[in-house]
């Protein structure tokens, strides 16, 4: 006699899942035993956060970001920026930056710059206690950021 068994509770999530993707109530991407929590917020409206951003990314990363729309931030002093600076990036000296953090836009990433990469940390973490997540320091600075050849301009 041929003896029938009962499927465990992970089996019958899993067939739960599986009907509801093929129902298309859930994207079957998420057809998994553990994606039953996942599946109701799934269907709600609500934006996914992006991942958090590396503490430092290279220059070449950088230029990326900024290719990409990212908002380039400046923390040397006013006579460094006049100097030369990153095309479209804007200038909070770093001991500014705490008392203008409204100037600072929390819905894209923030390349945080400086002349050698130094200053450009302190900025970051500035940002980040405040609150900020999308947020990260470019390596090596503007020195190496025109050492590469990248665009800079001069002038306020």
């Keep these: 006699m041929?003896?029938?068994?009962?499927?465990s509770l992970s089996q019958t999530l899993l067939i739960g899942v599986v009907l509801l993707a093929v129902a298309g109530c859930v994207p079957a991407s998420t057809a998994t035993p553990s994606?039953?929590?996942?599946?109701?917020a799934a269907s709600a409206p609500a934006a996914v956060a992006a991942a958090p951003l590396p503490d430092?990314?290279?220059?070449?990363?950088?230029?990326a970001k900024r290719d990409a729309g990212a908002f380039i931030l400046?923390?040397?002093?006013?006579?460094?920026?006049?100097?030369?600076?990153?095309?479209?990036?804007t200038l909070i000296p770093l001991?500014?930056?705490?008392?203008?953090?409204?100037e600072v836009p929390n819905d894209k990433d923030v390349v945080v710059v400086c002349r050698s990469g130094k200053?450009?940390?302190?900025?970051?973490?500035?940002?980040k206690n405040a609150g900020f997540?999308?947020?990260?320091?470019?390596?090596?600075?503007?020195?190496?950021?025109?050492a590469a050849g990248l665009p800079t301009?001069?002038?306020p």
């Design 95 to 102: 001991d500014q930056i705490e008392t203008r953090l409204d």
């Design 153 to 155: 301009v001069a002038g």
């Design 35 to 40: 994606a039953v929590a996942p599946t109701v």
């Design 74 to 89: 400046d923390v040397r002093t006013q006579d460094e920026w006049n100097e030369y600076h990153i095309p479209g990036s």
């Design 119 to 127: 200053r450009s940390q302190p900025g970051r973490d500035v940002l």
């Design 133 to 146: 997540t999308q947020v990260t320091s470019m390596s090596g600075g503007l020195k190496e950021w025109k």
């Design 2 to 7: 041929l003896q029938m068994r009962r499927p």
């Design 56 to 63: 430092t990314i290279s220059v070449a990363e950088a230029a």
